[in-house]
């Protein structure tokens, strides 16, 4: 079922709030009319009746004086008319103009409504028996309850019907959105969760109709997080298994390297030592991009890390290298202190400036930056390499992915070790081209946090 539970709910108590608002009036006026009509034809039946009486009393010629004095009061109004009719069709007494009814079967007296000179009047037709002969008693009333004469009344009773709807339903809605507000709690307590929290969510804040609910989606991001860890497991063992073996098929080819004496046989096993290298290297970026996928340093080993150490250490580790490759790299850092582990920020640091490095051509440089920028730490490293495409940006974050053209022997896991841990940290990861529009720029911008004295933004 689509659409908000809100609109639902306050659709299904309003809806019949509102038919049983319509019946309520529909009821109070038709029972109006209908007291009404009653009223009117008690008033016709006694004034016919008492007419009777006084034919009877006037040996049927006309009414009585005591007849059409105690009729008198029930005439007071004004808006009450009777007619005698004789069996001749002789009027004896009041006025022609009233109507007589059609006799019906076993009725007596005889009910009905007509307009006489443009008023809807109650009629009522009694037939007597008197000692000169049969009488016909024709009385009529204006009607009481036409639509006209209780206009007023029930408009105002429709109106207040309404005016209480509305209040019911201001009312209903009130209870409704307030009601609703621990969906939204929760709602907001999930949406604040990073992608790699598959911790469960608490129950205790939540009303006992959810509690079901949230109970199944624990035990599916338990089965999710066990799934995971299984996973990371799996390539953590896997990479680990592989490390020990590889770097003794290493140790050994370097060994026949040095004993060998034919230059020829030395190439082929140099390019096979290069190639177990490379593989060791891979090994352990599976492992570091599997410490990094299952989140467990996101809780644990988080210590303060000041990034002008990383920075200090990863250039004086890697500057071997770059002067190897005739490439100049350097650095300008400045303290910035974040919480992370630090083998991981270590690992992250070093692929960028491994990736950098295999892309910088000799005669290039590579600067390594740390700061804090509007109250932000943040890493950075330029080359002056060929850059990466605009369109490229987001594919070379992609596991095993490398850019058409792309230097070096990489396993394109780099910059997805990057980019895990950076979203393991909640910081945020850009590429673009340095100022001078040539080579790339990586800038990885934590959010904010107590750090050394703010940097200039480069």
């Not at 034919?262 to 290069?274: I, K, M, N, Q, V």
Request: net charge neutral; aromatic share 4%.
């Amino acid at each position: 079922m689509k659409g908000s539970i809100r609109r639902r709910l306050v659709l299904f108590l309003a809806l019949p709030l509102v038919a049983l608002k319509l019946c309520d009036t529909l009821y109070y006026y038709y029972a109006n009319v209908a007291d009404a009509r009653r009223a009117d034809s008690e008033r016709l039946t006694v004034t016919a009746r008492v007419l009777a009486a006084g034919l009877a009393d006037s040996s049927g010629a006309a009414p009585s004086a005591t007849a059409l004095r105690v009729a008198a009061p029930l005439m007071a109004d004004g808006d009450l008319r009777y007619g005698i009719i004789s069996a001749s069709g002789t009027l004896l007494g009041g006025e022609a103009s009233l109507p007589t009814l059609a006799p019906v079967a076993q009725q007596n007296p005889v009910y009905g409504d007509a307009t006489i000179d443009g008023q809807p009047m109650r009629l009522l037709t009694y037939r007597v028996n008197s000692p000169s002969g049969p009488l016909t008693i024709n009385v009529g009333s204006l009607s009481r309850s036409t639509a006209r004469q209780l206009n007023i009344p029930v408009w105002r009773r429709l109106l207040w019907d309404f005016f209480e709807l509305d209040m019911s339903l201001l009312l209903i809605w009130l209870g409704v959105h307030f009601g609703l507000r621990p969906l939204d709690r929760l709602r907001r307590e999930i949406d604040a969760r990073s992608a790699d929290d598959l911790n469960p969510i608490r129950e205790t804040p939540v009303p006992s109709e959810l509690r079901p609910l949230l109970q199944s989606l624990n035990r599916l991001l338990d089965m999710q997080n066990s799934a995971v860890r299984a996973q990371s497991e799996f390539v953590a063992n896997a990479a680990h298994q592989l490390r020990t073996p590889i770097a003794g098929l290493v140790a050994q080819l370097e060994l026949l390297i040095a004993d060998n004496q034919d230059p020829a046989s030395a190439e082929r096993l140099a390019r096979l030592a290069s190639g177990l290298r490379q593989l060791t290297r891979s090994a352990n970026q599976l492992l570091t991009l599997s410490r990094a996928e299952s989140g467990i340093n996101q809780l644990a080993n988080k210590v303060k890390v000041d990034l002008k150490d990383l920075v200090g250490d990863a250039a004086g580790r890697l500057v071997d290298r770059a002067i190897g490759l005739n490439i100049e790299l350097s650095a300008d850092a400045e303290p910035a202190v974040v919480r992370a582990d630090p083998s991981l920020l270590e690992e992250m640091l070093g692929n960028l400036v491994d990736n950098a490095l295999n892309a910088t051509p000799s005669g290039g440089e590579i600067m390594i930056y740390s700061g804090v920028d509007n109250g932000q730490p943040f890493l950075m490293v330029d080359d002056t390499g060929p850059g990466i495409a605009p369109a490229e940006r987001e594919r070379v974050l992609e596991r095993f992915y490398r850019s058409p053209g792309s230097r070096g022997t990489g396993t394109g896991l780099g910059l997805a070790i990057v980019d895990e841990i950076v979203r393991l940290y909640g910081a945020t990861l850009s590429i673009d081209a340095p100022p001078g529009g040539r080579g790339t720029r990586v800038r990885i911008l934590w959010p904010a946090a107590t750090a050394a004295p703010r940097r200039q933004g480069r």
